[in-house]
């Protein structure tokens, strides 16, 4: 059924979301005007939070009621503000996306997010402004983000992670962002050169990239790690080299940050994600997954709706424990089961004992028809592990799970793809296994 829901289109005040927003920002920038916010490669790209205001009230918006931030310039942050401006709804989009057909959204509706489609088709998912900001307050409170600790900002901005960790951190609180070009050892290096301390919100597969060629800031103070789960022999092998603590962030488009890492030591157990943002609340339905609430959850998708994003509340397909100290601790994804004569097992437990071997640089576990049981399925694991032999990971598995669950096939490959994101596609994994059979 589709449908165009109504959004609250007044904030505390009788001010519009966007104005709320933008006041803020303006607040901010009369408090500190000459203090440095895009920090650029360019020195003529370097602008302080006065600059960066002047700059964006040059900005055209066009006519039409969304703007669409694009790329990894201050010219994304710019776009962002003159939407909050002049109140239109922004849409931000990676530099290889077109720009969407949309209708015309509805009042209130200052920001749509894009799912990222590892677990599906993407789907839109509608904010207020108020919403973004409670979850850039939360992220900030619960992180001590701090100005004197900029952002290096290597991952996307238009990715709900990057949008949360970097732009609205900027544009809120005065958090400066040191672009960095690329992920490239010698640009990272470069834009921490002569600082104190910095903050550096990444992925896995870039902390793994940087760990092996010893490039990772000594001023790091803050070290993120999100949009993927964080192998813990890595976490572990960052933490002997540097002392350096990579904090595990767990998070959904749909509502922004869920679950921290809070300890200053590394984990002993790969699936805790953490313990829940300030300002949000975290419970398991009777089923086992997660339900998030809090002031930062989405009004709903859109424009078609769905009962699992509602009223302050999402309900994930994430299966999860929550211990007596709030610890959460992920078990899977329920869309992702899979069926071994006749029993259920989420892939990820594959994965975390896989991980556990030292040479496994990363995996991804699936089910696909089994020709000898038309009722089950056949576990396969795919695994990025130069040098080591299928003989050995699996003796490696088999000293850990039941032998139910170990996988049957195994794919060695030369790299499993993650990008900035640290994202890898299950399905796309499975369609490429087909194709080679």
């Given at each position: 059924m589709r449908i165009v829901f109504r959004l609250a289109a007044k904030a505390r005040g009788?001010?519009?979301?966007?104005?709320?927003?933008?006041?803020?920002?303006?607040?901010?920038?009369?408090?500190?005007?000459?203090?440095?916010?895009?920090?650029?490669?360019?020195?003529?790209?370097?602008?302080?939070f006065a600059e960066l205001a002047a700059a964006a009230e040059r900005v055209d918006a066009g006519t039409g009621p969304w703007v669409f931030p694009r790329g990894h310039s201050v010219d994304f942050v710019l776009a962002v503000l003159s939407a909050w401006r002049h109140g239109k709804t922004v849409c931000p989009l990676e530099p290889y996306q077109a720009i969407p057909a949309l209708p015309t959204p509805p009042p209130g509706m200052a920001h749509l997010k894009f799912t990222s489609g590892s677990t599906g088709a993407p789907r839109g998912i509608a904010f207020t402004q108020s919403q973004i900001a409670a979850d850039a307050d939360h992220i900030v409170s619960t992180m001590g983000l701090r100005p004197e600790w900029p952002n290096l900002g290597v991952i996307s901005l238009a990715h709900s992670y990057g949008f949360s960790n970097l732009v609205t951190p900027l544009l809120l609180h005065g958090i400066p962002l040191v672009r960095v070009p690329a992920p490239l050892p010698e640009l990272l290096q470069r834009a921490a050169a002569g600082r104190d301390a910095v903050t550096l919100p990444a992925v896995p597969a870039l902390w793994r990239a940087?760990?092996?060629?010893?490039?990772?800031?000594?001023?790091?103070?803050?070290?993120?790690?999100?949009?993927?789960?964080?192998p813990l022999g890595l976490e572990q092998a960052v933490y002997a080299r540097s002392g350096l603590k990579l904090h595990n962030f767990y998070g959904a488009s749909e509502c922004g940050g869920i679950a921290y890492d809070r300890t200053e030591t590394p984990r002993t157990d790969e699936r805790v994600t953490g313990t829940a943002l300030d300002g949000v609340t975290l419970a398991a339905e009777p089923g086992g997954c997660l339900e998030v609430r809090g002031t930062a959850v989405g009004n709903g998708y859109w424009p078609e709706s769905d009962p699992a994003l509602a009223h302050g509340c999402f309900r994930t397909s994430d299966w999860v424990e929550i211990g007596e100290?709030?610890?959460?601790?992920?078990?899977?994804?329920?869309?992702?089961?899979?069926?071994?004569?006749?029993?259920?097992?989420?892939?990820?437990?594959?994965?975390t004992a896989l991980r556990s071997h030292a040479g496994v640089r990363e995996c991804v576990v699936f089910g696909v028809e089994a020709p000898d049981d038309p009722r089950g399925e056949l576990l396969v694991a795919c695994v990025e592990a130069p040098g080591v032999a299928i003989a050995e990971l699996r003796a490696h598995a088999a000293a850990r799970l039941p032998a139910w669950q170990v996988p049957r096939e195994w794919w060695a490959v030369d790299t499993l793809g993650t990008g900035n994101r640290g994202k890898i596609s299950r399905s796309e994994w499975r369609a490429k296994w087909r194709l080679t059979r």
């Open positions: 009788g001010h519009t979301a966007a104005a709320m927003l933008y006041d803020r920002w303006r607040a901010l920038v009369r408090r500190s005007p000459d203090a440095p916010a895009w920090v650029d490669p360019d020195p003529d790209a370097t602008m302080t940087w760990h092996d060629a010893g490039c990772i800031p000594g001023c790091v103070r803050i070290a993120l790690s999100a949009g993927a789960p964080l100290s709030g610890a959460v601790r992920w078990l899977g994804r329920s869309a992702d089961v899979v069926n071994v004569a006749g029993r259920k097992l989420a892939p990820e437990t594959v994965e």
